[in-house]
């Protein structure tokens, strides 16, 4: 069955500092892998998916097989990162079919 | 821009009644899920489907149930509403294509008493 582990619930640091939100997997088949988040009072949104590769409001994830992780970065955080985020994983040949979530991290940015 | 209604954002029942949660979405998706969510415990799926009619458990399916009779309406059901099922619940639709990311509503926060 697959699993996916945040093991921080709560993340603190200041302004300027380097952020690693993390996230680890259990999947034997082909994982897609995504980030979202929920800026307070907003709905939960897409962040980034692995499959693009690409960089979100400065925050960067790579899918690394032999570790099973796809940990979450942001070389400097900002106050308006202050939010959670929540790794999912999807089994279904990418169509979303069905996302499992991890249990969410809240990241707090202090000035 | 996709759109993802959730009929209540905030709703109090008595233990024993019929709930039911709706949710519509704007853009044609074919596929609509129902999570909950809990501190702590993050996002679970109750059910899903991926076609008008069609429907499937998800994680935790128990105590509820879901109605498809329309491509752009998913509702949720309580069949007799317990404390243990206060919480937020979010409405989310998505595209089959390859990748297409999930769209949430903006939740509906029951509390049952």
């Known amino acids: 069955a697959q699993r996916v582990t945040q093991p921080e619930k709560l993340l603190s640091v200041f302004k300027g500092a380097p952020v690693e939100l993390k996230c680890n997997y259990s999947?034997?088949?082909?994982?897609?892998l995504f980030w979202y988040v929920q800026y307070s009072r907003q709905r939960l949104q897409l962040l980034l998916r692995?499959?693009s590769r690409e960089s979100i409001k400065g925050f960067t994830a790579d899918l690394n097989k032999g570790e099973t992780s796809f940990h979450l970065k942001k070389p400097f955080a900002q106050e308006e990162d202050s939010a959670m985020y929540y790794c999912?994983?999807?089994?279904?040949?990418?169509?979303?079919?069905?996302?499992?979530f991890g249990k969410g991290t809240l990241l707090t940015v202090n000035p | 821009d996709v759109k993802v209604t959730q009929s209540s954002r905030y709703l109090v029942k008595r233990t024993g009644e019929k709930v039911f949660l709706e949710c519509v979405q704007d853009?044609?998706?074919?596929?609509m899920f129902w999570y909950r969510q809990d501190p702590g415990l993050g996002l679970r799926l109750i059910y899903f489907?991926?076609?008008?009619?069609?429907?499937e458990k998800g994680d935790i399916p128990e105590g509820y149930s879901v109605s498809r009779e329309k491509k752009e309406r998913f509702s949720l059901i309580l069949e007799s509403a317990s404390t243990n099922q206060t919480s937020m619940y979010l409405c989310?639709?998505?595209?089959?294509?390859?990748?297409?990311?999930?769209?949430f509503g903006n939740g509906t926060r029951l509390t049952v008493t």
């Open positions: 989310a639709s998505s595209s089959v294509q390859g990748n297409s990311p999930l769209h």
């Open positions: 999912a994983l999807s089994t279904s040949g990418g169509s979303n079919y069905k996302l499992t």
């Open positions: 853009m044609d998706h074919e596929n």
């Open positions: 999947y034997s088949g082909s994982p897609e």
């Open positions: 692995h499959i």
């Open positions: 489907s991926y076609d008008v009619k069609m429907k």
